[in-house]
Antibody, heavy 122, light 107 residues
Framework: QVTLKESGPVLVKPTETLTLTCTVSGFSLSNARMGVSWIRQPPGKALEWLAHIFSNDEKSYSTSLKSRLTISKDTSKSQVVLTMTNMDPVDTATYYC??????????????WGQGTLVTVSS | EIVLTQSPGTLSLSPGERATLSCRASQSVSSSYLAWYQQKPGQAPRLLIYGASSRATGIPDRFSGSGSGTDFTLTISRLEPEDFAVYYCQQYGSRVTFGPGTKVDIK
């Protein structure tokens, strides 16, 4: 079955760089029409899309966070990595990776990881 | 960027009642590229509806989606105890944005 699992630090200091890894199983990152997105959710707040990467290595980023984000994938390891620079306490959130289904530049999310809570504090 | 507004913010209903949730977009959502998700406390969101009206795999038929352009609706025909949760809409016709959510709680 399809699963996604996020991993990374639970605590980062302000100004540091966050690196999160999403390990997928049950599908290949080389499958056409599929990709992986990162989405975050501050405590008690709504969801915010961050970035995605598709099988052809096409990438897209949130307009407001583009300068701070980098997404990449290692198909052989079934992993997608997101880095976010210059972390701030307002970036405290649960970070989810999710599989995206599309024939478009964008799409919807049919499988989600359990999420990982990242706290930004000194 | 397309801004999604959901109403009401909270919907208080009893099991067995009908729930009608609204999602309004600041501009037309192309080709009805609108999805709905359910999220329970401590859990990841679950896809319910995509393409405005197509139910995702395994979703009960008491959930239905409708609408086009800027106005979309999620209807739960008869609320079951497990349906009390927060519901988000998401558009994917022009980048990706989510609405602020509607909480359906027990009256």
């Amino acid at each position: 079955q399809v699963t996604l699992k996020e991993s990374g630090p639970v605590l980062v200091k302000p100004t540091e760089t966050l690196t999160l890894t999403c390990t997928v199983s049950g599908f290949s990152l080389s499958n056409a029409r599929m990709g992986v997105s990162w989405i975050r959710q501050p405590p008690g707040k709504a969801l915010e899309w961050l970035a995605h990467i598709f099988s052809n290595d096409e990438k897209s980023y949130s307009t407001s966070l583009k300068s701070r984000l980098t997404i990449s994938k290692d198909t052989s390891k079934s992993q997608v990595v997101l880095t976010m620079t210059n972390m701030d306490p307002v970036d405290t959130a649960t970070y989810y990776c999710a599989r995206i289904i599309t024939t478009l530049p964008f799409g919807y999310f049919d499988y989600w990881g359990q999420g990982t809570l990242v706290t930004v504090s000194s | 960027e397309i801004v999604l507004t959901q109403s009401p913010g909270t919907l208080s209903l009893s099991p067995g009642e009908r729930a009608t949730l609204s999602c309004r977009a600041s501009q037309s959502v192309s080709s009805s590229y609108l999805a709905w998700y359910q999220q329970k406390p401590g859990q990841a969101p679950r896809l319910l509806i995509y393409g405005a009206s197509s139910r995702a795999t395994g979703i009960p038929d008491r959930f239905s989606g409708s609408g086009s352009g800027t106005d979309f609706t999620l209807t739960i025909s008869r609320l079951e105890p497990e349906d009390f949760a927060v519901y988000y809409c998401q558009q994917y016709g022009s980048r990706v944005t989510f609405g602020p959510g509607t909480k359906v709680d027990i009256k």
